[in-house]
């Protein structure tokens, strides 16, 4: 059994910073990325961020510049933080783990924390 367990997310003015954390437990693997992804009711979960075991990166385009995803290898968790935040970035925030068991690949989800910015 897999659990990632969020925290973080609020109610933040623009213009304001947040920083998301996940940690994941049980059996997942070997991690290979880690992600945060986003969705506001009526449409599609979009990635915001996602980071490798290597290191790579990588961005939507909406949040270059004002978010950075890092993580920590050894506690199994991956960090948003969420700079110069805008009204449109209003969503609940989904953690995202991919784990290498050897045999295949298998994608875990957290419960999401809601991301509230006021204009």
């Known amino acids: 059994q897999v659990q990632l367990v969020e925290s973080g997310g609020g109610l933040v003015q623009a213009g304001g910073s947040l920083e998301l954390s996940c940690t994941a437990s049980?059996?997942?693997?070997?991690?290979?990325?880690m992600a945060w992804y986003r969705q506001v009711p009526g449409k599609q979960r979009e990635l915001v961020a996602i980071?490798?075991?290597?290191?790579?990166?990588n961005y939507a385009d909406s949040v270059k510049g004002r978010f950075t995803i890092s993580r920590d290898n050894a506690k199994n968790t991956v960090l948003l933080q969420m700079n110069s935040l805008k009204f449109e970035d209003t969503a609940v925030y989904y953690c995202?783990?991919?784990?290498?068991?050897?045999?295949?690949?298998?994608?875990?989800w957290g419960q999401g924390t809601q991301v509230t910015v006021s204009s």
């Open positions: 995202s783990v991919r784990g290498d068991y050897g045999v295949g690949f298998l994608d875990h």
């Open positions: 049980g059996s997942i693997g070997s991690l290979i990325t």
């Open positions: 980071i490798t075991s290597s290191g790579r990166i």
